[in-house]
């Protein structure tokens, strides 16, 4: 049977709650030690093929793994590349958000940046691939991450020290985890690139400058990256980017309308589809939308929220896309909640239950609005 091909009108960023099974084996194998790897393999593999047919049971047409695999949505990835290593520190250095800080794991540099043809997260396509109906989607985190998310006192290789010859290399380790994904099977990759948003958020402009580094430069580089990864991607190959002010147990990191990188986000990235965050003033009005070119591109404005339970209503979401086409043809738009449900594997604070009502409220929507999914 040929699978459904993307955009499609409903859609999710990908990550899901962990089911207890899954929170359980992870601890028994990795704090415990009373599991091994082979045994929590089995353990995620059962619970990814049970969160395969929820999707699809919903009436998704893209299916992920729920990152079930993975402790964060961004490090695991990072982690597995060449070159990298991730430190844990005092807790007292982890990433603040509102309220709470994230786990103090520390993405370093430690050599020559490259994607290695055994990265873990192609098995993890695969086994999406060989267990759904539908159209496989892995998200992996977006090259802006690998910037963004390094301070330079962690970056050992002298020639990394140039801005430009570090940002090329995470170009080039880019593109070609795009071939590899590719080859595995892939044709529809989506990557987060969330840092588009949070250089729109004054404190983190601040905090970028104060390092001595422009953030509209960085802007226009990260589209750049962007842009260089993807370019050359076979023309069956549908390239998404999820865009947000941070998502880890509920909370947000940074806030700001998308004004200072709307330009860039649609017009230098070459991206086929984007997901943004809408669900809060946090994200600013809708205006920026009026910068998408007209043509084959989408978004997915995030009006459902993914950080806690209250449900939206369908009405809610009519009147949020009536204002949303007064900007962006109606027929370039689609629906996806804000975020992930667990950008980390603690999740966010909503029951499975909310969950699955939130993503069959996407069809739902998709449905009433433009016909079909």
């Known amino acids: 049977m040929t699978q459904p091909t993307p955009p499609f009108r409903a859609d999710h960023v990908g990550s899901l709650l962990r089911p207890q099974s899954v929170v359980d084996a992870r601890k028994a194998a990795l704090q415990d030690r009373s599991m091994n790897a082979e045994e929590l393999r089995k353990v995620e593999d059962e619970a990814i093929k049970d969160v395969i047919r929820l999707q699809e049971e919903i009436g998704l047409k893209a299916v992920t793994d729920g990152e079930y695999r993975r402790s964060f949505w961004h490090y695991d990835f990072m982690g597995m590349l060449d070159g990298f290593e991730m430190e844990e520190r005092d807790p007292e250095e982890g990433v603040q958000f509102a309220g709470v800080k994230l786990r103090p794991l520390f993405p370093t540099v430690k050599g020559k940046l490259g994607f290695p043809d055994d990265h873990p997260m192609l098995d993890h396509f695969r086994f999406v691939a060989a267990n759904t109906k539908v159209c496989p989607k892995i998200s992996i985190p977006g090259p802006s991450c690998v910037h963004f998310r390094v301070a330079q006192d962690d970056i050992a290789p002298k020639q990394y020290h140039d801005v430009e010859a570090f940002t090329a290399d995470i170009a080039a380790t880019y593109k070609r985890a795009v071939q590899k994904f590719y080859e595995a099977g892939c044709r529809y990759l989506q990557m987060d690139d969330i840092f ?25 580089r990260y589209a750049w990256m962007m842009n260089e990864a ?31 990188a709307a330009d860039a986000v649609f017009n230098k990235t070459g991206v086929d589809i984007f997901f943004m965050e809408y669900d809060t003033d946090r994200a600013g009005g809708l205006e920026p939308l009026r910068l998408l070119a007209k043509g084959k591109q989408r978004v997915l404005p995030g009006f459902i929220t993914t950080k806690t339970g209250e449900m939206e209503t369908l009405d809610q979401l009519r009147a949020k896309f009536d204002e949303a086409a007064k900007y962006a043809d109606l027929d370039q738009l689609g629906i996806a909640p804000q975020c992930g449900f667990a950008s980390t594997e603690e999740g966010n604070a909503v029951a499975h239950d909310d969950q699955r009502r939130k993503l069959e409220l996407v069809v739902k929507t998709a449905e009433a609005i433009w016909g079909g999914v």
């Open 196 to 220: 588009f948003a949070y250089l729109c958020d004054p404190k983190h402009r601040a905090a970028k400058a104060a390092l001595g580094q422009d953030p509209d430069w960085l802007i226009d």
């Open 230 to 260: 993807i370019k050359d991607r076979p023309a069956d190959m549908v390239i998404g980017m999820h865009m947000c002010r941070g998502n880890f147990r509920s909370t947000h990191a940074a806030e700001g309308a998308y004004d200072l």
